[in-house]
């Protein structure tokens, strides 16, 4: 089957996008799926596993892989798996290797004309494949504990002033590689201790020489155009890293502690073009057809809400994904830009010259849109804006700071949100928490604990198998590896509406939900511990 047909039968692509997507093909002479991907219509991942399937071969998403054996990577130098498009990924009684080009014939002959053991292929998309093999190769080359052994052994002498810039790159560049989404820098009596935040944990990085302290947080604050003079107050500042071909934007905060200032950095990549579809963030399929209902509104305001990090945005951007874009005005405000969405027109807030959500939510109107994304609903201001738009005749998607769906409307109410209108314009609310996965590598089977079984029969349901991860090198012997969501989806229905406007309580609300058919976050999370994603603790941990 060709890749249009395949993609057509899957039903990741229609009639008109394929068209679309050959046209611009014969203008550009790219091929089909790249074009395809460029455009937005498809995303690298799918594009990948459909090019696995039509030629025999296993997908691989090399996203989540941070650690490539150093033997094999010696065995392959950085030339040779370049010059051929591969790249190894381990070794037992086969020889497992992902290259992004499936007819590379020419490398799997070669390989195998060397390699003692039978050669297993895995297919990985183009970006995610080349970015691992410079990484791996990189890291190969350069280890960060090298660096830090160095600065550590000079700093017993006196201050390592040029190893300083490079120590700090260094970090960062071992955050991009662990995935994380935050580096904590702080003394903890007798080192300087850095910690990296990792699928939403922090885990131990790197010890400093204490004397290190004041010399690596002024490095960082000249990079961030801070006042390196105060220690006493708080400052907020950001910096631009490139790492790898890629440009990450760097938020710095620092506050003064007992024992030193203490230094935040958080990670941000944008423009992405890794767009998620909806079936792939880990909601159950009802869950997943009452958004895709949603987003096909033609008005109304629908939020995804929860704490900082808990996947938000993704979920709207995915939703974005499901709006078709040819035939709908898309407008998005952000900070920062995390996607990239074509056939859409996206903005960043500037907050120094008075760009922001609520001011660009109110010129937005004006552009001739049908769906509006604002980035979060931060004050009155903003909410007001967003209901304004929807019962204008638009459907405005938005993120807020909320503890669960229903609490979503309480929240609004305080900041000033007319209930009459709430209630005619909200279309409904999606609440999510992230929760680790466990390792698929290190995966293993065994009995529930009388605590487990405890748990689950607390909540009306029984557990007669759990399933935990054991450890290993690839998700650092923590058992877990990557991240999915669980989530409960509030739909207002028409008694929910007069129940806004008529100041119903949290609880007769919720009895109303259920009733309608809502799922929470912890039955959600209790469906996914039988399903062997995630665990007990990973659960309560998450949940409370």
Sequence with gaps: MRLGELLLSKGLL???????????????????????????????????????????????????WSEFPEELLRRYPKELASRLGFLPLDEDSELHIAVEEPAN???????????????????????????????A???????????????????????????????????LAEAIRRRATDIHIHVTDPVLSVFYRVDGILQYGYSLNKNLASSVISRIKVLSNLDIAEQRLPQDGSFVFSFLKKTYEIRVSTIPTVQGESLVMRILFGGSSELYRLSNLGFDEDTVKGLKQLVQKPYGVFLSVGPTGCGKSTTVYALLNEVNRLKRSVVTI????????????????????????????RNFMRHDPDVIFLGEIRDEETAKVAIRASITGHLVLSTLHANDALSTIPRLLDLGVDRFLLSASLLGCLSQRLVRRICLRCKEEREPTAEEREFFQSNGFELHRAFFGRGCK???????????????????????????????????????????????????????????????????????
């Design 14 to 64: 229609d009639e008109e996008r394929l068209d679309i997507g050959l046209r611009i093909q014969r203008l550009s002479g790219e091929v089909l799926g790249e074009v395809l991907v460029k455009l937005g219509f498809l995303s690298p991942q799918d594009l990948a596993m459909c090019l696995a399937e039509q030629h025999g071969l296993l997908y691989v998403d090399l996203r989540n």
């Design 474 to 544: 690839f998700c650092r012997y923590t058992g877990y590896l990557g991240r999915t969501a669980i989530g409960e989806l509030l739909v207002v229905t028409e008694t929910l509406k007069d129940m806004i406007y008529k100041g119903a309580s949290l609880q007769e609300m919720q009895l109303e939900a259920k009733k309608a058919g809502m799922r929470t976050m912890l039955d959600d999370g209790l469906a996914k511990i039988k399903a062997g994603i995630t665990t007990v603790e990973e659960v309560k941990r998450v949940l409370g």
């Design 334 to 361: 952000e900070d920062p830009v995390e996607y990239r969405l074509n056939f859409s027109k996206q903005s960043q807030i500037n907050e120094r010259i008075g760009y922001n959500f609520a001011s660009a939510g």
């Design 105 to 135: 014939i020419f490398a799997f002959d070669a390989i195998r004309a060397t390699a003692a053991k039978p050669l297993k292929v895995y297919l990985a998309d183009k970006e995610a494949f080349w970015e691992s093999l410079e990484r």
């Design 137 to 171: 190769y990189f890291f190969l080359e350069n280890p960060t504990e090298r660096i830090v052994e160095e600065v550590n052994r000079r700093s017993a002498f006196g201050l390592p002033v040029d190893l300083i810039p490079p120590l700090v790159d260094a970090l």
